[in-house]
């Protein structure tokens, strides 16, 4: 983008960036304590990995949010300690993430158990993929018109959510389809893929920030 922005719209799309994070954090605790609740009724390991994946999303959006306001503050401030912490737990909580889902899928295939109904995995799913793809467009135009790569990386770690959503669409709808169990540990396999590489993502942003320490500014 090649538009030239004065104050008072640079201010009005950072208002816009912290507005998007807020959202990001309260869609992401509903839609975790849904699935989670779901997930545990039905018996259901996607559902439940899904669901735990939202909580840890949310670290991602107050780290965005923490963000806007300090440079809203003090545009010229180097990125703060939390901000790199935020990562690191982030991070760490994706490959626990990854860990528990690998364990779990071991154990639903050595005793072939199988949910009981995953109908609310494909209404979930549905909404989360309308929802994300509006969140991913509109931080990524916010991204753009500020240059601001950690508000872009934010529009790829919610794009990575519609992926997940994808997989527990699929694994969610096939299963009401043909009644397979092994399609519940299948999903939560490609859940374990896509939380290594934003664990993965996320140290490495973190690694990023200790070596510049850096403001996010043009």
Not at 46 to 75: H, K, Y
Not at 91 to 117: D, Q, R
């Amino acid at each position: 983008m090649t538009e030239k922005l004065d104050k008072v719209d640079i201010e009005r799309y950072y208002k816009y960036a912290l507005w998007l994070g807020i959202f990001t954090i309260v869609f992401n605790i509903l839609e975790g304590v849904v699935s989670v609740l779901f997930g545990v009724k039905d018996e259901t390991l996607t559902l439940m990995g899904f669901g735990i994946d939202s909580f840890i999303e949310v670290l991602s959006g107050v780290g965005i949010v923490a963000m806007v306001i300090r440079i809203r503050q003090n545009p010229e401030a180097p990125r703060s300690k939390f901000e790199k912490n935020a990562l690191m737990v982030t991070g760490a909580s994706f490959y626990l993430l990854s860990v528990g889902l690998f364990g779990t899928a071991v154990i639903n295939l050595i005793t072939g158990h199988k949910p009981e109904n995953t109908l609310a995995g494909v209404i979930i799913s549905l909404i989360s993929i309308a929802t994300m793809w509006m969140l991913v467009s509109a931080k990524r135009k916010t991204g753009r018109v500020l240059k601001s790569q950690p508000i872009l990386a934010d529009a790829n770690c919610t794009l990575v959510c519609i992926y997940m959503s994808l997989v527990l669409l699929a694994s969610s709808f096939l299963y009401l389809l043909t009644g397979f169990g092994f399609l519940d540990v299948l999903g939560s396999v490609g859940l374990i893929y896509f939380a290594i590489h934003e664990g993965k993502e996320s140290f490495e942003k973190a690694n990023d920030i200790g070596t510049c320490d850096c403001a996010d500014s043009d």
